[in-house]
């Protein structure tokens, strides 16, 4: 009887493991990491079934940043595949992380001598007001979502801990569009990841996956000297250049180049 039962339980795990979905793009790249900017491992034609390992997050295809890894050891955008939700359907790759690195062990946390940069940089406003470009910001640079700041769970007027506090729950989601936006080539310590992070912050997810300093990063050069040439051109906003920027890219120049023996990305220390 316990032979039959240990039967039963391996083929109904066997048949688990063995569902499979179809491919719904014509020709769908199967990556070596979970992004475009990853190199293509294989191709799949369109109505292939595939079988899924783990998900995870990384670039936003369509409006879906889920990708999934196969059997065959590579990512394929989510978006590409049948599998009759709009989500997760299985677990998450890296032991439940859901970051975008190649190994998902990147630092999601920034250290204090970034989240002090990103202070400095951005100015405390304890009540929502217009920034230099006039978009409505709050605290350490929190841009508002909604009329008023009014998704902002701390009361208004903010203290200077309060907006820490804002601060520390924004940063993640940059460095999880920064994560994303690199493939496994760079090699970056705490005090780069922070720096790049800073970065990200002022500029947007969108300009730094579309970057050439994000490009040149994935090819494998000098992290010191891409920073150094590509960081200073990022000076304008609203079209102008703006002196606040041009300090602000020496200051995250200065940082990334400070030494530090603690590594960020791809693999958090």
């Known amino acids: 009887m316990k032979l039959l039962t240990i039967a039963v339980l391996a083929l109904a795990s066997a048949t688990s493991f063995a569902k499979t979905y179809p491919i719904t793009g014509n ?6 990491g979970p992004g475009t900017s990853y190199s293509v491992k294989k191709s799949y034609k369109k109505g292939t079934q595939v079988s899924i390992s783990c998900q995870t997050s990384g670039t936003s295809v369509s409006g879906n940043n889920i990708w999934d890894k196969t059997s065959d050891g590579c990512y394929v955008a989510d978006y590409y595949v049948k599998t009759g939700v709009n989500g997760y359907v299985t677990k998450k790759c890296g032991g439940g992380s859901s970051g975008g690195s190649p190994s998902g062990g990147y630092c999601k946390k920034v250290n204090t001598a970034g989240v002090n940069l990103v202070a400095q940089w951005e100015g405390f406003v304890s009540r929502p007001r217009p920034d230099p470009i006039g978009l409505p910001t709050v605290g350490y640079g929190h841009l508002c979502q909604k009329k008023n700041c009014a998704e902002v769970k701390y009361k208004f007027p903010l203290t200077k801990t309060t907006a820490k506090q804002l601060l520390g729950d924004d940063l993640p989601k940059y460095t999880k569009c920064l994560a994303a ?7 970056l310590n705490q005090n780069q990841w922070a720096a790049l992070t800073s970065w990200v912050f002022n500029v947007g997810c969108g300009n730094a996956k579309s ?3 994000v490009k040149r990063l994935n090819k494998g050069e000098s992290p010191n000297t891409v920073a150094a040439q590509e960081l200073p051109k ?5 079209g102008r250049v703006l002196q606040g920027l041009v300090n602000r890219r020496k200051a995250e120049v200065k940082l990334f180049k400070t030494a530090s023996s603690k590594q960020a990305y791809p693999k958090c220390q």
């Open 181 to 187: 936006a690199l493939n496994s080539k760079p090699k």
């Open 211 to 213: 970057s050439t300093l």
């Open 234 to 238: 990022w000076r304008k906003a609203g």
């Open 27 to 32: 020709t769908v790249n199967c990556r070596s």
